[in-house]
């Protein structure tokens, strides 16, 4: 309920907003309750369903269900902002909420529990919120700021990690308790997500860019491309739970990161002049591998911890996948930089970088002299393609480290 009231108000706020600064605030408070809403009912369904069959079958309807709004979503944001304006994206969360809340209220009966909690770990909380900040700042700023702050920046970020180990250590109850990453299976389940997560966020970044910026279609075509990969993350969301009692979760696990790799590896090796159904077809595979792993991973993290460690491994989870995106967000996002100053320099003053803003906007895109796009378009295609290979790689790590814990299983 926490959780549901922060992102009511939240929306509201955003919808109020006259301002840049208002509209973070408003947005940082949404995103308290996004975190909840996104971990509390994975919680929920590990205390209701003990049977993992059962509960990996409820994951996957959840799952499957979170994949249709995704499609049907941004479809409706459109008109939305296209018909009324923005502030009613926002709006519309309002009666959501309300309903949701309601529903909370009169068909959720949660069971009593006499609290064990000792104290509150503030001290625990507030280094790591410090720490991750510090994180957050210093990834944000590699593209924009000097080496040295950033390096600086991520340090000083490091070392209240490690100074939070140690809090933890003799908190009465941490609220990241150190025996998480003593649980060798479930630290494997951490790893993978980050992979495969620090992998997933190039497709749903900058296929959307290759789309408008080198296939010249509009804002609208660019948010098509991502459709594919929600209708197949639903069937993988489906079909994840029903392979796993055969294939077992590292292999079923292994199936979802190939499935990334053919997504992948397609868009790697393919051309500038690349037809949007290739696209299309790379992103089903991208969902239906993030369809499969995601139910997969989640059941697994439940699995692997203790009993009592069940909420805070599965938000730790959750934590970790919005790290690896923002992180690997930023490494991508210095990766297409570079590619685009590179080939600036290289034209000789025949390309700007402002040229290259307006190419992956189709409107913007016609005012530009048509003699320089299959050279701008070139500079951007090795920007994007260096993307996808990096991705590539994550992936095949991943790969690489699921068959060795597989080995290493067999051994035992």
Do not use: C
């Not at 208002?22 to 929920?44: Q, V």
């Not at 069940?310 to 991508?332: D, E, H, K, V």
Request: glycine share 8%; no cysteine; net charge positive.
């Amino acid at each position: 309920m926490y959780a549901w009231s922060r992102a009511f108000y939240g929306s509201i706020f955003q919808a109020l907003s006259s301002n840049i600064i208002f509209f973070l605030i408003a947005r940082t408070i949404m995103g308290i309750g996004a975190g909840g809403m996104n971990t509390i009912p994975f919680i929920i369904y590990a205390d209701l369903y003990t049977n993992l069959r059962k509960r990996a079958k409820v994951i996957g309807y959840a799952t499957a269900s979170f994949s249709a709004a995704a499609i049907i979503g941004p479809l409706i944001g459109g008109w939305i902002v296209d018909t009324f304006s923005w502030h009613w994206v926002f709006y519309i969360n309002v009666p959501i909420a309300l309903v949701s809340i309601l529903s909370v209220q009169i068909f959720f009966k949660e069971p009593k529990k006499i609290s064990t909690v000792e104290k509150i770990d503030y001290l625990g909380a507030a280094i790591m919120i410090i720490s991750l900040v510090t994180l957050l700042i210093g990834i944000q700023m590699i593209e924009t700021a000097s080496l040295s702050l950033v390096s600086s920046l991520i340090v000083i970020s490091l070392i209240l990690l490690i100074v939070l180990f140690k809090v933890e250590e003799k908190a009465a109850d941490p609220i990241i308790p150190n025996r998480l990453f003593r649980n060798g299976p479930l630290v494997v389940d951490f790893v993978l997500f980050s992979l495969l997560w620090g992998a997933f966020v190039a497709f749903n970044i900058y296929i959307p860019m290759w789309a408008q910026g080198l296939l010249g279609l509009s804002a609208l075509i660019g948010g098509v491309t991502q459709i594919p990969g929600s209708i197949t993350n639903f069937l993988g969301s489906v079909v994840g739970p029903a392979m796993q009692p055969g294939l077992g979760k590292y292999r079923t696990i292994a199936l979802g990161t190939l499935a990334f790799i053919i997504s992948f590896g397609i868009m790697a090796l393919a051309g500038i002049s690349i037809p949007l159904w290739i696209i299309l077809i790379a992103g089903a595979f991208e969902g239906f591998g993030l369809g499969l792993s995601f139910n997969i991973l989640q059941i697994s993290v439940q699995q692997d911890a203790e009993k009592r460690d069940i909420p805070i491994a599965t938000s730790f989870a959750y934590l970790l996948r919005i790290l690896s995106q923002t992180f690997m967000s930023s490494i991508y996002g210095v990766i297409l930089n570079n590619a685009l100053n590179k080939g600036v320099a290289e034209s000789h003053g025949e390309v700007t970088i402002e040229a290259l803003n307006k190419l992956s906007d189709s409107q913007s895109a016609g005012d530009l002299p048509k003699n320089l796009l299959p050279l701008m378009k070139q500079i951007m295609y090795g920007g994007l393609h260096n993307i996808m290979l990096v991705a590539l790689v994550l992936l095949a790590i991943a790969l690489v480290f699921n068959i060795g814990i597989q080995l290493k299983v067999k051994k035992k």
